[in-house]
């Protein structure tokens, strides 16, 4: 084991009994029962497990920041620490005062929550909100904690780390806010680090990034890492242990390597099979299901910039793409480098400054407002951010319907029957409907985007990360059900994933784009299997394979193969 | 659109299919909370008093009319006790007339209820409408409408109402005419106000989502965003009732409103605050009867709002 | 260029509005059941007195005329009658208020700063007071504090101002003997007794107003707490004051501000009871007084300065939403 | 009227003017009009301290009002029957600025009313003087040749028919003299230069003036006034309640104020209770007329009978209570006011202060009015919309509808002095006279000529009979002899029942503490200003 805590030692984290219920109109919902777990000082931790199982609620309470709603069982105690005055007995965090708390969060206990989209102040500059978690705990000027702030910017892997700290939060990349947010976590260099999800919108090479860094925090500066994580590479590389979660309770707890080879627990084997390589094509190759070769989306040239302030962002720079209807074409790329943009240029939700895009063959750029809404009709597009696009004060079951009751003229019953098959399609339980979604996990939210943009039956798919937050049993549910939806409907598909292994798994073509650029596109298994461009054969090096044994090895001899931080 | 999609599929047998569309929960917390519930009554109370007031006053034989001048002193004051109260007036009498203060807040509540919710209503109406447009549209439509609002608020008012006063016949029928006066130039600060909100909600994501699955702006207004404006605008339009009711008591000095005798809340309080210090018995049942329907209707108000607001969805105190 | 070609645009719109509202001013002035060259005219008038005193004050010209007259006389002065008993208004001429005997511009040039003293200084006050009782609300929501701040200021929103007004003059002026109950003394005499003057006026007008501001803060943070960027910013181990201040209030200020705005600019014009009772010679009574005695210079005068405080007010206010919230 | 002169225990009498101190004066006008020939101001308030006249009055705590010699050394000595009014000036007496005060000046200061930039004042002289058509004004560098200043002492006006009055037509504030040349149309009004015993230091619009005295002005030669405060601070632009509980408060500002405005009904209750306060409240005699004009060109008001049906049907009880009580009010059958010669108080319509609306009805089935509804407009102050309603409850007894026209006293005056006769059946008014003179009862409303054009005859009586009273009585020198025309004249209105005469108004002031002499003759029914002093 790595960790340096001797066996004997009091646990940094102690989690007993734990258990968090819910209100809600449906009466009470248990999130999660009776857990326990305990975290070493140094100790990396991974939870892995079903989506929905209760893994952020977890992570939450240790913080004391559940909603008003959630009622927390149990206990969790923190061995007392440098600074916060928790006896020998360590400090009671459920149930704990205000101040305890405090003094707790940020310092103690760094969190890094799930979305990384509606985690920051939509209205306050990055650089500002890092620099505030700075001084927090710290008293130190604002011109030191600004020089901090870069610096931490700059240790994520993030590069122009002096626009990025400048921008508001709707200005970058999720890969680009999710760095940020493990920068501003890690800044009060805690005893521990909630970690959840932290790579889920970061490309292999950036996120080999981080997880070195974490691999770094807790060596050198001691910080046990209780690190959330669908993606079983990640868990492979990184645990000492892992934790199994299913249904708000523990499946399977033990050393990674016990978890990853000698599984007990049904669900774990289940999880593992489930697990798709990127070094193994997949045994059902997907097949293209199109018999004509008509693009349902066609890019041309496409250049898109963004301004802020008085800077421009070229962020598409003349990009052409093609998406053949029946077929799925994965893009890949650097976070950052404009692949959220693109996806949105093609639905016109952002203007193309220069190039032409159309959509089954029509211009969208061209159309009347009244076309357009017909045009869009036919795309269903997943947005990277499932949090902010659902609307907060509708319930599930409305914001699944709501293309239906705009575009056919089907009665009220029909529509909560087809979005009752879907909601079940996508592996979420019967009550989903009735839930806002805040009362949702984060991969359930993005399973209600998913049902939304293919409740109609489009003709253009245009998918952001839609597997970001699943876990690798739903995720193979989800892709299953777009390839069946496609062979029935035969819509074309832009899969935007940084996950190369799905990519592989769904995509008969891929375009790998770097720095608003497309660095290399081809056949899928051409692409992945036989990389031409420097930047697609880093990528491909760069992913975590599900096993810790594999994993260890790459870390004690890093390879060339293997470039620490990318700062392309 | 083809919405064969999901043709092959079954429908699991558990669904509970209501449960998509329960608002039991909104519903059952409005029910629970004690404070909408008090203001609910409250304010259905003085629409009862407001339609039963012949029956209410008559019980004594009172109406709001008839001087009493016996009930005065030389002077003007009621005699007796806390505004001349007794048995025949409740509420004691108004100095100067002697006229029945029961009778008058009763006979006042229909005006005053009529026209202070039915010019806020009118006004919260327009403001919506307009504030939503222009804030979600943007561009020239913003522009206009934008203009069009600062116009209405640098309207020269006063001038203009003393100029309707002289042109309406005496004849016509006032409540309706001063909802409408009221209204038409209640709406702009709602209007404001939604636009501001309507800028920042029209970039949020899920707006955008809904524009991506080709919706109707007029859907995008209903569905996304006015839900998200309700909480505001229901304080706005719940604050603005006594400022309604206010004007209404201005424009009838300046012969819009209804005219004296016709009693109306707004009325009764400017002429009986200069009494505040002589006799504030008079000032005390028009007034609060003011406060009361204002806070009953703002209780209400946040219940509704607690109620559909979603994270307080399966809270109940 | 673009910062150009915007504010050229807004500026256009603006004159757009005030041309509109003198226009309007002027045409509702006319169906105004009013003669004011007969008011000018004096007790006892006979019809040719009147006809000389109508001439001498513009009133003889179709109306179009007279609008330009003024328009024109904005830039260019004006002059009633002619030879020594003449009347000169120099530009920029808003007219020559004949009832009070001198132009419009000096006339408001004396009401407007106790406008403005009266309205600013209130305005701030509200402004902290409101969002101040609007977070408390928020932050006790639903308890005993939140029902009390809601209820005073229901109690605020629904007492006319002019009996607040009249009851702080009882109670502090005359009962507690400690604060002035009227006149205003200049900023610039004596900043002091300027202030101490208007501590009342502030305080009835901070009364009412803060109100509308507690409730609408309340509502929106209510809505903001619950928010997720909350939660980081309590995740950082922020002070809780910090954490309302910075993080959720700063969300919810645009329809505070809003507000504001329009408040704010709406007084500017003329806070007409409150300088009633307080016997401030501002705007508001100046307004009222035009109007009482169908000065038709005057009313068009504070009018049109109104409304440019309107039109201001909302412009600066479209201004800061890109600063509020740069998503707008 | 008889000698009691003012109500209320503290019967002044006048005691010795003491000199000095600082007065106050609250007011609720926001502006001061400072040009003579501009001013409504009655002789012996505001102007009385500011300007001097040929004449002026003479009013006493007791006893009829008299017009006495002011700058002249008579009231005026009349010749070719009333025609030609000869006047000679005192000596000794200045301007504030030193200047000494000639018939020069005083002939400058009534030229200057003539001019268009300074109209607006009482204009009683206007139609009187000969030769004044189409005169313009001293700017123009015309002089009127119907006043002849043959030197600095001596004036001779000429006028164009016999008038009687004409010394209290001198008497007004546009006869006030005023240097020539100095005296810019534009600027005099903020910087005036005055006669009287006090000169205006300065004047701020809806703040103050402040008045310090006059040092060129003499007692010596103006017996009338005493010139008692050294300075008097004219707080303006007060609230009328505010302003009545300051003086209630007798706080040490107000000790040594009184306020300008009547104190409003709900103040007077309060004083009521109040003994300090009651012994510092002054109240005039019944003296202003509250009346309901009854437009007799509206169709639905063209029968007598029906006009005399609103005579009886009136509840003048419940018009005092609405004004304020017997404090306020004293139930009015005439039109001529108490005080004023001429007087006669009769009662045509006997039905009893209730009124009699059984009397009224039997009226109105007699002219077979049925359902009558009548428009009764209304100012929009508090006092008058009480009045009204007294007055909508008391005719709905008799079975008349009255609906309440609420109007701002711009539409009001626009609506009832306007040339057309429609828009109201009724309108509530009140009138007090400029000088004390049953003419100014009479003339202004109900003389043909005084219909529309903004005059005053709201009621829209042209009665030639009473146009020849009002005629003969002007013309009547004798002022006894005159005053019996009046009378007359006052019996013939009432007989056409052209107006319900509802309450004599009694108007009470509140003074503080610390002031003195402060009383209201008989009339006007305002106090006395420039006999005011202070306890030193
Ligand atoms: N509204 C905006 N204003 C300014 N810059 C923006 C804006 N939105 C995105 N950008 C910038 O444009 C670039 C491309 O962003 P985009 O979201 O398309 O990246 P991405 O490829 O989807 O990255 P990721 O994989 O991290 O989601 C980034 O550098 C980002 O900072
Ligand atoms: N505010 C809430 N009200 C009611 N139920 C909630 C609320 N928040 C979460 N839940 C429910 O609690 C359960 C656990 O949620 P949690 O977010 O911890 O899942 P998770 O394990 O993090 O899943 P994922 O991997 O999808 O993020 C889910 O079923 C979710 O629907
Ligand atoms: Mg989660
Ligand atoms: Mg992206």
Known sequence: MAHPSGPGEDPLLAVRKLGIDFVTDAGKHTAVSEISLTVARGQVLAIVGESGSGKSVTALSLLGLLPATAQVRGSAVLAGGVLAGGGPAGTELVGAAPATLRSVRGRRIGAVFQDPFTTFNPVMRIGTQIAEAVMAHTRIGTRQATAQVLALLDRVGLTDVPRISRSFPHELSGGQLQRAMIAMAISGEPDLLIADEPTTALDVTVQAGILDLLHELRLGGGMAILLITHDMGVAADLADDVVVMRHGQIMETGTAEEVFFSARSDYTRELLRAVPRVDVPPAVEAASTSTSTDAVAELRDVRVTYSSGHRHVVAVDGVSLSVPAG????????????????????????????????VAGRDLSALRSRDLRAARAEIGFVFQNPTDSLNPRARVGAIVAEPLKLHTKLASAERQQRVAELLDRVDLPADTASRFPHQLSGGQRQRVAIARALVLGPRLVIADEPTSALDVAVQAT????????????????????????????????????????????????QVLSTPRHEYTKTLLASVPLPDPRVQRARREDPAPALPRRSGV | MPSKILSGLTVPADVPVAAIVRRSGAFARLLADRWALTGAAVAVGFVLLALFAPFLSGINGNNPYTYHLSALTSSGLPRGPLGGVSASHWLGVEPQTGRDLFAIAAYGARISLLVGVGATVLATVIGTVLGVLAGYRGGLVDTLLSRFTDLTIAFPQLIFMIALGALVPASFPKQFFMIAVIGAFGWPSVARVVRAQTLALRNRSFVVAAQSIGARPLHILRTEILP????????????????????????SFLGIGVPPPTPSWGREISSAIAWVSVDPWYLAAPGIALFLVTLALNAFGDGLRDAFDPRMSGRLR | MKITRFLLIKLAGMIAVLLVVSLATFLIFYILPANPARTECGRLCTPGQLREVRAFMGLAQPVWRQYLDFLAAIFAGRTYGSGPGAIVCPAPCLGYSFQQNRTVLSLIGQALPVTASIALGAAVLWLVTGTAAGVISALRHGKATDRAVMTTAIVGVSAPSYLVGLLAILLFGFKLNILPVSGFVSLLQSPGQWAFHLILPWCTLAFISAAIYGRLTRSQMLEALGEDYVRTARAKGLRERRVIVRHALRNVMIPIVTMFGLDVGALLGGAVITEKVYSMYGLGALLIGAVQ???????????????????????????????LDPRV | GGANNTSGPGTPTISPAEKGGTLTILDSQTTLTLDPAQSWSLAVTSSGLLWRR???WKIGPTGAPAVVPDLATSDGTPSDGGRVWTYHLKSGIYFSNGQPITSYDVKYGIERTYAAALSGGLNYQKPLIAGTAGYQGPFSGKELSSIVTPNSKTIIFHLNKPYGNWPWVVS??????????????????????????????????????????????????????????????????????????????????????FGADFVPPAQLAQVENNPSAKARLVTSPASPLEYVAVNVQSPKLKNLKVREALEYAVNRQAVVVASGGPVAADPATTLITPGIVGREPYNLYPAGTAGDPAKAKSLLTQAGAHNLTLTLATPNDPISTAISQAVQQAYSAAGIKVVIKSLSANAFSALATGNSASGYDLALSSWQPDFPSAM????????????????????????????????????TINEAAAGKIWAQADKAIMADAAVVPLVYNRNSFLRGSNVDNFYIGEFPAYPVYTAVSLKQ
């Open chain 4, 172 to 257: 007004t504030t546009s006869m006030a003299p005023v240097p020539e040349g100095k005296a810019p149309a534009a600027t005099f009004n903020s910087h005036p230069i005055t006669s009287g015993p006090y000169a205006v230091q300065s004047y701020t619009p809806g703040n103050s003036a402040i008045l310090v005295r006059n040092k060129y002005w003499t007692a010596a030669t103006d017996p009338n006034r005493s010139g008692g405060p050294s300075k008097i601070i004219w707080e303006l632009n007060q609230d009328p309640t505010v302003e009545a509980q300051t003086l209630l408060a007798d706080g040490p500002n107000a000790q040594n104020a």
């Open chain 2, 228 to 251: 998200n404006l309700a909480a505001t605008i229901t304080v706005i339009a719940t604050m603005s009732i006594p400022g309604a009711i206010g004007t209404e008591a201005a424009l």
């Open chain 4, 440 to 475: 100014d009862n009479i003339e202004p409303l109900f003389a043909s000529a005084m219909i529309g054009n903004g005059n005053y005859n709201i009621s829209r009586l042209s009665d030639p009979k009473v146009d020849a009273l009002i005629n003969r009585a002007e013309g």
């Open chain 1, 478 to 525: 989800i892709l299953k059900l777009i390839a069946d939806l496609q062979r029935e409907l035969g819509f074309g598909c832009l899969f935007i994933s940084h996950d190369l292994a799905v990519v592989r798994q769904v995509s008969q073509q891929v375009t790998v784009m770097s720095s608003g650029r497309v660095v290399e596109s081809g056949p899928t298994e």
């Open chain 1, 327 to 358: 077929e799925t074409v994965g893009l890949v790329g650097e976070s950052g480098s404009g692949k959220t943009t693109l996806g949105k240029a093609i639905a016109r939700l952002v203007p193309a400054a220069s190039g032409s895009i159309t």
């Open chain 4, 54 to 56: 040929l004449t002026t």
């Open chain 3, 293 to 323: 005695t169908t000065d038709l210079s005057t009313i068009s005068g504070v009018t049109i300065l109104a409304a440019v405080f309107v039109l201001v007010a909302n412009f600066v206010v479209d201004l800061t939403y890109k600063l």
